[in-house]
C-alpha cells in the first residue's frame, strides 16, 4: 500500500509565497510522475502542475511564472514552490503519484491554501 501525505498549507497575505510538500511512503520502488492539483469550493478540481520521473514540467496557464514543481526521487517526495499568491489560489492542494508497474495514482489527503489580508 501506498500514502501520500501533503503538508506546508496555512493562511498567506496576497503576494506572499507557500512550500507544499509531498511525502509517498510505503511500497515504492519507483514514481513515474507527481502532481499538484486543487479544488477551491464549489468548483472542480483542477490541475495545477505535474513533473515527470525524468524532471519534464507542465503547469496550468493560471500558474505559469508563479509556481514552481520539483521532486526529490531519493526521497520519494514532491514539492510545489508558490510565489505571488492570489486570492483565486484559495483551494484544498491534493498532490498524486503514479506508480508502476500498472501506473496506479494515489491520492494524498489535501491541504488547504488561505490567500486572505
Known amino acids: 500500500q501506498v500514502q501520500l501525505v501533503e503538508s506546508g498549507g496555512g493562511l498567506v497575505q496576497p503576494g506572499g509565497s507557500l512550500r507544499l510538500s509531498c511525502q509517498a511512503s510505503g511500497s515504492i520502488r519507483s514514481i513515474y510522475a507527481m502532481g499538484w492539483y486543487r479544488q477551491a469550493p464549489g468548483k472542480q478540481r483542477e490541475l495545477v502542475a505535474t513533473?515527470?520521473?525524468?524532471?519534464?514540467?507542465n503547469y496550468a496557464d493560471s500558474v505559469k511564472g508563479r509556481f514552481t514543481i520539483s521532486r526529490d526521487n531519493a526521497k520519494n517526495a514532491g514539492f510545489l514552490q508558490m510565489n505571488s499568491l492570489k486570492p483565486e489560489d484559495t483551494a484544498v492542494y491534493y498532490c498524486n503519484a503514479v506508480l508502476p508497474p500498472n501506473w496506479k495514482t494515489y491520492w494524498g489527503q489535501g491541504t488547504q491554501v488561505t490567500v486572505s489580508s
Open positions: 513533473i515527470s520521473s525524468g524532471g519534464t514540467t
